[in-house]
């Protein structure tokens, strides 16, 4: 399995996240969006839109995090992934997005603007690789990493799945 995840890697020359796996810009629009024509909690310009592709391992995680846009997960291939959202109601659910529709997975999944949300590997010993797409782009000063102690404060009956998937 190494082998084949340190291919796509190469093939599709990723780099390290902040957040867990692996990920490569594809799209970044050339137009921009200006801060005027914003809402009040972007801090500059953006492009219009943004994409990447993700690898995700069994063996690591994406922690929880949260950006001001919507994020739109694509599947492309290895095992379904799970996507861990906290909502803005403070309600916890987790996604699958796959191909096993019968199962209930979903091949494309909207996490909203301001929700928690992390990712996991469904299967042992494989990966996931998937896309997301950010509108307006994505900017790393829109991108905030959870903290262990203040996301359980906030939202103390989730203490299990927010210690798991987080790393501060």
């Known amino acids: 399995m190494d082998k084949k995840i340190d291919e796509i890697v190469k093939i599709l020359d990723m780099n390290p996240h902040p957040e867990g796996g692996f990920y490569k810009e594809t799209y ?3 137009d921009i969006i200006k801060k005027h024509a914003l809402d009040n909690k972007f801090t500059g310009d953006r492009n219009y839109c943004t994409a990447i592709y993700f690898l995700l391992t069994s063996d690591n995680f994406s922690a929880f995090h949260r950006i001001k846009q919507d994020e739109i997960w694509h599947y492309y291939q290895g095992s ?3 996507v861990h959202v906290i909502d803005h109601n403070g309600e916890y659910k987790r996604y699958v997005v796959g191909i096993n529709l019968d199962q209930g997975a979903l091949p494309q999944l909207v996490v909203p603007a301001g929700c928690w949300f992390a990712s996991s590997v469904k299967d042992a010993n494989s990966y996931s690789l998937v896309g997301c797409t950010v509108s307006p782009g994505f ?9 262990r102690k203040s996301l359980v404060q906030e939202y103390p009956k989730y203490n299990e799945v927010i210690t798991q998937f987080t790393r501060i």
């Open 139 to 147: 900017d790393f000063e829109d991108f905030e990493l959870a903290e």
């Open 80 to 82: 379904p992934l799970y």
């Open 28 to 30: 970044r629009s050339n």
